[in-house]
């Protein structure tokens, strides 16, 4: 369960101090798919980011399976996000110099097994449809398909929470609509807790529930 108990956040401005978000609190089990939208500015990619324990909340907590990454040491926040989070960036972020393959096995580098992780790789990959690319560079890919890489990589190391801040903002319709299927698909199927920031309408009409950030409020849409 993914648990966030009334957390702001706020940022040190000459004018004071800047609300960004202020008394969230949500809850999602596993197998929980959620789009949260807002204009730009609504605060969306700062929520996600504390989420993902990359930012620090002002007050309140979050909780990964009950656990507040927030009271760990850096070395053992940097495995929780390693291990129990994966991220989806607007932005593929592959390194150009590695092959599909090398770029998807990145966050493994540390600490696992490679015959398991290299084995999930290749799974990964053939789930995103790109099991005959393994060996290209991602200048040989197409947008769609380096997103498609960029969603195994994310996948690789089989995390609880999967966060996604725009996944098909850089994408033409036809390949958001594949990346929007193949992450809904994978995500059923592995039971993950998805949180999808976007401002697309139509990747959000994939996903069963919907939130908004209104005034730095976090608010369900109702049905």
């Known amino acids: 369960m993914l648990e966030v108990s009334r957390v702001s956040k706020e940022y040190p401005s000459p004018?004071?101090?800047?609300?960004?978000?202020?008394?969230?609190?949500?809850?999602?089990?596993?197998?929980?798919?959620?789009?949260?939208?807002?204009?730009?500015g609504s605060g969306k990619s700062t929520l996600l980011y504390v989420l993902g324990a990359l930012e620090t909340p002002t007050s309140g907590s979050v909780t990964l399976e009950g656990q507040?990454?927030?009271?760990?040491?850096?070395?053992?926040?940097?495995?929780?996000?390693?291990?129990?989070i994966g991220f989806l960036f607007?932005?593929?972020c592959l390194l150009p110099q590695c092959s599909v393959l090398e770029n998807v096995l990145v966050p493994t580098l540390v600490g696992d097994r490679q015959d398991k992780v290299v084995e999930r790789a290749h799974w990964l990959l053939e789930q995103v449809?790109?099991?005959?690319?393994l060996d290209h560079r991602p200048g040989q890919l197409s947008g769609g398909e380096k997103q498609r890489a960029a969603l195994a990589r994310a996948l690789i190391r089989d995390?609880?929470?999967?966060?996604?801040?725009?996944?098909?903002?850089?994408?033409?319709?036809?390949?958001?609509?594949?990346v929007a299927a193949l992450l809904l698909d994978i995500q059923r199927r592995e039971k993950k807790i998805l949180v999808v920031v976007t401002h697309s309408l139509e990747l959000a009409a994939h996903l069963p529930r919907k939130f908004h950030l209104r005034d730095n409020h976090l608010v369900e849409d109702p049905g």
């Open 15 to 40: 004018g004071g101090a800047l609300h960004v978000l202020q008394d969230v609190s949500l809850k999602l089990d596993c197998g929980d798919a959620i789009a949260i939208m807002g204009p730009s």
């Open 68 to 84: 507040d990454p927030f009271r760990l040491g850096e070395k053992e926040l940097a495995e929780f996000r390693n291990r129990r």
């Open 90 to 92: 607007q932005d593929h």
């Open 129 to 133: 449809g790109l099991s005959g690319r």
């Open 159 to 178: 995390p609880l929470l999967l966060l996604c801040d725009e996944p098909t903002g850089n994408l033409d319709r036809q390949a958001a609509e594949q």
